[in-house]
């Protein structure tokens, strides 16, 4: 089997022009080093703009946006066709081969309705890699995936991305998950930089209120990927992407310190 990364790029980095050229050279990097890379995006700002251009309000409900049929039809269309077309379009203008996923149209992200408040919002269940591999195999282009989900009536669900990332990177046994952000990685209560975090540093920080919000849901993601198997998680500020082939220090690198102490307890806090 191949070396395979999964990227997650922000939908916040994705108002600066410069993030796309960077997630291009650092996949292009790691291609060049033999892995196969896939790429999961997300996009909040862009469906805040189209649903307020279309006069639709939203409220969230611990964190996530509770999602009507009206705003999923909304969510799909700038997810999928938008912010996906323009990820690829990207790659493929810095000579990368790309192609457009969709976690619903391409059956990849099934999933069950998380709650009857959030509407339809859903939690996956089961990860089918069947077109990811065929992208990244036999059509030798980067999948860049829309975060939709499916249900067995084949209704749509809004997705975290973050969960999307990183539940695709586990069933794709991925060596290292990056999260590209607007911050430069896992910041402490001074602002300064967490450039090596553990689980049990991550959890002293929750205690502590130093994680919380945003950031609580994502390094909830990212313990239940080193869980998982993934080897090492980092985030990275997504406007220096490609220094991180050069500069492997950057930003906050995530690793187990002591694997069956962490395993476990991780297991308990998750499930």
Known sequence: MKKRIVIKLGGSSLSHAETLNQLSALVHGYQMQGFEVAVVHGGGPAINNELTLQGISWKFINGQRQTTPEMMTVIEDVLAIQVNTKIVDALKANGISAQNLSGANHRILYCSQASEELMQVGTIDVVNISAIEYVMGEAEAVPVIAPIGFDA?????????????????????????????????????????????TPSLIQAMIDDGTI????????????????????????????????????????????????????SQWIRKLN
């Open 153 to 197: 009536t084949g209704k749509r669900y809004n997705i975290n991305a973050d969960w999307a990332a990183v539940k695709i990177a586990v069933a794709l046994e991925a060596e290292m998950l990056i999260f590209l952000t607007d911050q430069d990685g896992i910041l402490d209560g001074s602002r300064n930089l967490v450039r090596h975090a």
């Open 212 to 263: 919380s919000g945003g950031m609580y849901t994502k390094v909830m993601t990212m313990m239940h990927g080193l869980k998982e198997g993934i080897q090492e998680v980092r985030v990275i500020n997504a406007h220096k992407a490609s220094v991180l082939l050069t500069e492997p220090e950057l930003g906050t690198s995530l690793v187990l310190n002591n694997p069956l102490k962490d395993v």
